[in-house]
């Protein structure tokens, strides 16, 4: 089957397999990948997350395990904090600060969520903002765990 060319970038994000050259540095390596239609096959049973739009993507690995990609859904998880992203976002009083380092996630991943925003509001500017990658679903998540008694 014929790869689709019709890859959305929304969001405010480039292609990143136009911009990142894939490459390899020990345990890191970047990507290039092409999804097809029927590549979306098991996810049309499952999570309609998991569906991503045919087109060319880039994505991290860190020792064999994706890190991060831009797929469509990276994309939209990820909006908020491009849009939310001013000022001082990488120096000593921050008026952003975001925490995207899991792999995979899980409701069980709140409460180390909920510490480093303890550990880290000290960094915050007053009128600053943090958050983590997925944070509101994994809560809206855990509170359908609840009521359903998982």
Same mark, same amino acid.
């Given at each position: 089957m014929a790869v689709v060319e019709c890859q959305t970038h929304r969001y405010g994000f480039e292609?990143?397999?136009d911009i990142v050259p894939a490459g390899t540095s020990r345990r890191v390596r970047i =990507?290039?990948?092409i999804?097809? =239609?029927s590549d979306n096959l098991r996810a049309m049973c499952g999570n309609p997350d =998991?569906?991503?739009v045919p087109g060319r993507y880039a994505r991290l690995m860190i020792n064999g395990s994706v890190v991060?990609? !831009?797929v469509l859904n990276e994309q939209r998880t990820n909006y908020r904090v491009v849009r939310e992203a001013r000022g001082r976002v990488l120096k000593q009083a921050y008026d952003t600060i975001y925490f995207d380092i899991w792999n995979d996630q899980s409701t !069980? !991943? %709140?409460e %180390?969520?909920?510490r480093l925003h303890r550990q880290f509001r000290y960094y915050l500017s007053p009128d600053g903002w943090m958050d983590s990658w997925n944070r509101e679903r994994l809560r809206?998540?855990?509170e359908q765990e609840r009521r359903c008694g998982w």
């Open positions: 292609p990143m397999a =990507e290039h990948f999804v097809n =239609e =998991e569906y991503i991060m990609s !831009d !069980d !991943d %709140l %180390l969520m909920t809206y998540r855990k």
